[in-house]
């Protein structure tokens, strides 16, 4: 009331002053007014005519058109591609519950509703550098979007790789993780999480920081791809560090004739992925149950998956390993073990069955190497692996 009241006596107060003045001094805002209302009309009269052409044309075709003259790069906003492309930065905050649930999701529609091109996830479980590094990224080099690349180290390992290398920020939150326990599976299977959170990754290969591959990237992808199999080592060893490990306890979840030993380096497709990611039905077993001297990297994804998908196993392994020297530990070969007759002697003589089919390409990579068989192994690789 108060504001109401001085805002009239201001009025009243001005209203005398304004008396005098002359006719022409009045028709200058009439006129302002009347140009004001000019505009006025004009704008409703294009504010009308775009809506009737938006109605008419809908809405989509005036933004796309707009969006092809004027952004040609952008994708559109809120379009699949959104959904479906995979995520940059592969640094995320999620616990491994929260991941391993999300990574779980799985469409119920067979089809996809977009190109889809599968892509080999190759997943590097290691301590800390990749030495052999170089080797990877020439077998890799021409292959972008046939691939994808995840590393998980110790955690107080920093990376350091060029912003021009394959394997710059390819690092997923990891965690410590120690052989022949259950957090070297928990490693494994943060892998594949994140791994499964690229919908176009179809096959998942896990390999360590020792680890070669035998052939070039085409028959490699074409090999997985056309597998009707999932490389998975698993054998049911009868003997003390096969059955004897099993516990009871583990039933009725694990038999002991479901009980299985193999290669930890496996090979799988990406709906087996999910059933390791998504799996709580034998992780608590593995976990309660099977302690050092049962070293659960070794048994329990090759029993797992015995149990839950048997008919997808191959229960062969694709990562070529020398145990020939006995002990604990596989033989590591250096600078001085690279010969052409050690070469020849992994690639020769296989022998193995490639969808039911007698095949000679059985291992598609090969362990262990130390960081002096870089050098020799990139003079050979063109001569002997084809890249
Ligand atoms: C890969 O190796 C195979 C057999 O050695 C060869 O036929 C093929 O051309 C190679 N592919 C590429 C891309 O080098
Ligand atoms: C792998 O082993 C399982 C049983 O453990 C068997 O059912 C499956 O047929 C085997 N796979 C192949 C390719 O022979």
């Known amino acids: 009331m108060a504001m109401q009241s001085r805002a009239l006596t201001i009025e009243d107060g001005k209203e005398p002053s304004a008396l005098p003045k002359t006719i022409q001094s009045r028709v200058f805002p009439v006129r302002i007014l009347q140009f004001f209302g000019l505009f006025l009309i004009l704008g409703l009269g294009f504010s009308i005519i775009s809506m009737f052409m938006i109605r008419y044309w809908g809405v989509q075709n005036v933004v796309s058109t707009a969006r092809s003259e004027f952004q040609p790069c952008l994708e559109e906003p809120g379009s699949l591609v959104r959904w479906i492309r995979p995520q940059s930065n592969l640094m995320h905050t999620m616990t491994d519950k929260e991941l391993f649930w999300r990574a779980s999701l799985v469409p119920q529609i067979n089809e996809y509703p977009f190109t889809r091109v599968p892509k080999i996830a190759f997943m590097f479980l290691t301590r800390g550098p990749l030495p052999l590094s170089p080797l990877w990224e020439r077998f890799l080099e021409g292959h972008e979007g046939f691939y994808s690349i995840y590393v998980h180290s110790l955690p107080s390992y920093e990376a350091k790789f060029p912003s021009t290398s394959i394997f710059y920020r390819r690092q997923i939150p990891s965690q410590v993780s120690e052989w022949g326990k259950m957090s070297m599976c928990d490693a494994e299977r943060r892998l594949l999480a994140n791994a499964l959170l690229d919908i176009s990754n179809e096959r998942f290969v896990l390999v360590s920081e020792s ?5 070039n990237f085409s028959i490699v992808y074409h090999q997985l791809l056309r597998s009707k199999y999932s490389f998975v080592g698993a054998f049911d060893d009868p003997g003390p560090y096969g059955r004897g490990r099993y516990n009871e306890n583990m039933a009725p979840e694990v038999i002991i004739t479901q009980w299985r030993k193999g290669s930890q380096w496996f090979e799988i497709n990406r709906k087996l992925a999910i059933h390791v990611v998504g799996d709580t039905i034998f992780y608590p077993k593995f976990e309660e149950f099977c302690k050092p001297a049962c070293y659960v990297d070794e048994h329990y994804f090759p029993t797992m998956l015995t149990i839950q998908a048997p008919h997808h196993l191959a229960n ?63 003079q050979q690789a063109p001569k002997f692996f084809g890249y």
């Open 211 to 215: 680890c070669i591959p035998l052939f």
């Open 316 to 378: 062969r392994s694709l990562t070529w390993v020398d145990w020939s020297r006995g002990g604990a530990h596989p033989a590591t070969f250096g600078k001085a073990d690279i010969t052409e007759d050690f070469l020849k002697r992994i690639l020769e003589g296989q022998n193995c069955l490639y969808n039911d089919q007698p095949s000679s390409v059985c291992f598609l990579f090969a362990r262990k190497f130390a960081p002096s068989a870089l050098e020799p192994l990139l």
